[in-house]
């Protein structure tokens, strides 16, 4: 089945950096487009940033654009979000997320969320 695993956050001081990790099991990795979220309790989630299958990313808001970078790793199944010049406003909880569309149905997965903390 489909699964994503996140590594990565923690607690960082402000402007500082952290990487987060999602490898993702279960699907033809390399053809699919893949997302990060963060939602803060109390709010909704948010999208943070995109790539797709060519290794073109988007939607970053302009909260994070300039400071925040998606990639990914083909070989590794792995897509990365890396998070520079973190600040206090970027605490949240991550999420990576694919949404899967088959010639039966479409789904959306994620992963199980990653504490981002920032904070001296």
């Known amino acids: 089945q489909v699964q994503l695993v996140q590594s990565g956050g923690g607690l960082v001081q402000p402007g500082g950096s952290l990487r987060l990790s999602c490898v993702g099991s279960?699907?033809?990795?390399?053809?699919?487009?893949l997302s990060w979220y963060r939602q803060v309790p109390g709010k909704e989630r948010d999208l943070v940033a995109t790539?797709?299958?060519?290794?073109?990313?988007?939607n970053y808001p302009d909260s994070v654009k300039g400071r925040f970078t998606i990639s990914r790793d083909n070989s590794k199944n792995t897509v990365y979000l890396q998070m520079d010049r973190l600040q206090p406003e970027d605490t949240a909880i991550y999420y990576c997320y694919l949404r899967r569309t088959t010639i039966w149905s479409t789904n959306d997965y994620w992963g199980q969320g990653t504490q981002v903390t920032v904070s001296s």
């Open positions: 790539i797709n299958t060519r290794h073109v990313a988007t």
């Open positions: 279960g699907f033809t990795f390399s053809n699919s487009a």
